[in-house]
Structures are given as structure tokens and as C-alpha cells.
């Protein structure tokens, strides 16, 4: 069975590879879901990681539906992973409804080229979980990184078992709360490949900052945080 490790940094990267995982996943943010990471944190994983990675294309936080502008960043991003060595991209794109948008996944798929192609988690969204499976496999994606549609592998098992069984040539791979006391049910089911972070916080200061810098209100999934026209123009005419 293929361990594939989501790595949020060098220092996850690393210990991943030290502890004999088969691949990494690698991103930032993995609060929101992860996010594509720096160029810096690209060239050092490039530099210093031996086993196979494969990178996350996701220009922001929020849904997966992508404007135009975000939708040729992603392209540009998959063009430098592609330049830089790596073995795979991990994308997807999804219509406002939901649904799989087919040539927008397609146009991702041909941009990676002959790397490895891993459909993420947008999967989880979707309503027609069979027939995406169908299309995808159509398309020539090689894994669907899920949770069975549920907030963890273990309690989507139900599903991800079923797909297992349809699948043909695409690999369906269980992640999200996999961890050492329940990964061994997703061996005895048969799948070929899990996906986990085990990440834990460590701390770092001796004190509590006294102004936090994360903020709730930007943690949405059916929206995103923009900066707003009407707001800027009025702060510009103030003070010019």
C-alpha cells in the first residue's frame, strides 16, 4: 500500500521521507485545505526530497470554482512543476452548482502532461460521486484523493469502498483523519494507496501573542474574501 504524505513544509517534507513514506503531497495551509506553495518552498523540497511529490494547484482557499485570471494562474503553476522536476499535480475544478467541470478538469489534465494526475478533495462535493468517477477515469486521472464524502475516511468508508470496486484504472485513495490506530482498515479493504498528514502542532512562542493574527471570518467554503471596490475608492478619495 502507497503512503502518500500532505506535507505543509520542508520540516514535514523531511520527516515524511525519513519515516519511509512512498510520496508527498505537498502544500501550504492545511487549515483551509491547503493551498499551492511558494516557489521558495518548491525549489527547497526539489533540493532536498528523493521520493516522488506531487503538488497541490490551488490558487486560494474557499470553493472550487476559479475565475478566469485563477484559472491561468493555475496553469502557469502547473507549468513551473512541470519545469521543476516534480511527479505529479493535485487539482480539480468544480462548477458553482457542484458539479465536475469537465473541460476545465480536462485543461488541467493536458497541462500536467505526462506527470501524475491526482483529483483532490473537490471531490467530496460533488453529487454524483459514480459518475464523476466515470468521467475522471475517461479523462486519464491516475488517483482521487476522498474522504467518501463525509468529514473523515473512516466514517466515509461505506462510500470509498464502493468506488473502490467500481474503479478501473483509477486509484481511490482515502484521506483525511487516517491516522496509526484505524489505517490498517483501509489495508484490509484492499485500497492501494492512503493519504494522511499526521501533523501536530508544536509550540513555538513561550506566550500568546497579544494580537492574534488568524481570523474566522475568512474561513469559508462557499465564498471568498476579496477586496472590496466601493471601500478602497473611498479610503483613496480621503486621504489624496
Known amino acids: ?139 486519464g486521472v491516475h488517483s482521487i484523493l476522498t474522504s467518501g464524502q463525509q468529514t473523515s475516511a473512516p466514517m466515509g468508508l461505506a462510500l470509498l469502498e464502493n468506488l473502490h470496486q467500481q474503479a478501473k484504472n483509477c486509484v481511490i485513495m482515502p484521506g483525511s483523519g487516517v491516522n496509526q490506530h484505524n489505517v490498517h482498515q483501509f489495508k484490509e479493504k484492499g485500497f492501494k494507496a492512503v493519504h494522511l498528514s499526521a501533523a501536530r502542532f508544536c509550540k513555538t512562542l513561550k506566550e500568546n501573542p497579544k494580537v492574534p493574527m488568524n481570523s474566522a471570518s475568512f474561513l469559508y467554503d462557499d465564498g471568498i474574501a476579496v477586496s472590496n471596490l466601493d471601500i478602497l475608492k473611498a479610503v483613496v478619495k480621503t486621504v489624496k
Open 1 to 139: 500500500m502507497l503512503v502518500e504524505v500532505c506535507a505543509n513544509s520542508l520540516q514535514s517534507a523531511l520527516i515524511a521521507q525519513e519515516a519511509g513514506a512512498d510520496r508527498i503531497e505537498l502544500c501550504s495551509e492545511l487549515a483551509v485545505g491547503g493551498i499551492t506553495p511558494s516557489y521558495g518552498l518548491l525549489k527547497a523540497v526539489g533540493e532536498k526530497i528523493s521520493i516522488p511529490v506531487n503538488v497541490l494547484i490551488r490558487p486560494r482557499s474557499g470553493d472550487f470554482t476559479f475565475s478566469d485570471e485563477e484559472f491561468d494562474i493555475m496553469k502557469t503553476n502547473i507549468a513551473l512543476c512541470r519545469e521543476m522536476g516534480f511527479n505529479g499535480i493535485v487539482s480539480g475544478a468544480l462548477h458553482p452548482d457542484c458539479s465536475l467541470d469537465v473541460e476545465r478538469t480536462k485543461e488541467l489534465i493536458a497541462a500536467t502532461g505526462d506527470l501524475n494526475f491526482t483529483f483532490h478533495r473537490a471531490f467530496d462535493w460533488v453529487t454524483d460521486p459514480h459518475g464523476v468517477l466515470e468521467v475522471l477515469e475517461s479523462l
